[in-house]
């Protein structure tokens, strides 16, 4: 019984002799190995990394707008609700009429937010205490959002919505439809510059640009348009004047390039 409990200890502590020689074994294999080169020359381990060179890239390209997005909304109190959602729903639907009728496609007018909200007065005592609120009425508001494609008609367009029932809003933003084409020149005007960086920081560095390695874009995103107070005179003296300016897109580009030693 003693003699083959004393087998079993000699074979376990064999086994674990072989394993602790093999992992030694594998160990030093592979810490031989760091920073050899594969077979196409390139390091494959962390003490042979590969140079790079990272830059980022900025292009920029502008073009005339042809295009508008008017916010407008008509707001209406009365003593009830009803009475002001009447009052609101006669004017706007006036102001819809006048806007087809000026040109704009159904395509183009959007509902862009509608709120009812009860009026209160806070009336306060002869102590200057605050007594409770009394409900005097009641607000109803109702906003449309409108793409105007020919740019000529935006002083009417805003001066007819006014004229019509059209009490808030102010928000303009001049955009282009298909924006595409100048996209694209931003594009390569971004891949461009980023090779250049790329060049000057290998030359200053000593070394010679390598392969491509990398390319990413970044969101393009359009600029807000700058002033040109010429493009005014196009309307009519008796609309709302309008200065579309020019409308500028950006693009950023992360490029990685090998350094080849």
């Known amino acids: 019984m003693i003699s083959t409990r004393i087998a079993r200890s000699v074979h376990v502590a064999a086994m674990a ?9 594998a160990a030093a294999a592979q810490d031989s190995g760091a920073g050899k080169a594969d077979g196409r020359g390139r ?10 060179i990272k830059v980022s ?13 008017v916010q407008l909304s008509v707001v209406k109190d009365a003593k009830t609700a009803r009475e002001a959602l009447d009052a609101n729903n006669k004017a706007m639907a006036e102001v819809l009429s006048a806007l087809k009728q000026s040109g704009i496609a159904e395509r183009d007018l959007q509902t862009s937010g509608f709120s009812i909200m ?24 109702n906003g449309v959002s409108v793409r105007v494609r020919d740019l000529a008609k935006l002083g009417q367009v805003l001066d007819q919505s006014v004229t019509l029932g059209v ?15 100048v996209i694209t020149e931003a594009r390569k005007a971004a891949v461009a510059d980023a ?3 790329a060049r000057v920081l290998a030359e200053a560095a000593g070394v010679s640009l390598g392969r491509l390695i990398e390319l990413s874009e970044q969101p393009a995103r359009d ?9 005014a005179k196009e309307f009519a003296a008796d609309q709302v004047p309008i200065a579309t300016g020019e409308q500028a897109y950006s693009v950023t580009v992360n490029v990685t390039f090998a350094v080849d030693q």
């Open 43 to 52: 390091p494959d381990g962390p003490r042979g990394r590969q140079a790079l």
């Open 17 to 25: 002799a072989a394993f602790a020689g093999a992992f030694a074994a």
């Open 118 to 141: 009860p009026q209160y007065n806070y009336p306060q005592n002869s102590d200057g205490s605050a007594r409770p609120p009394e409900l005097v009425g009641y607000q109803v508001g």
């Open 57 to 69: 890239g900025e292009g920029r390209a502008t073009t005339a707008p042809d295009m508008a997005i």
């Open 223 to 231: 600029e807000p348009p700058v002033p040109m107070r010429s493009m």
């Open 167 to 181: 009490n808030q809003g102010g928000g303009i933003e001049f955009t282009n439809d298909k924006p595409e084409t």
């Open 195 to 197: 090779i250049n960086k």
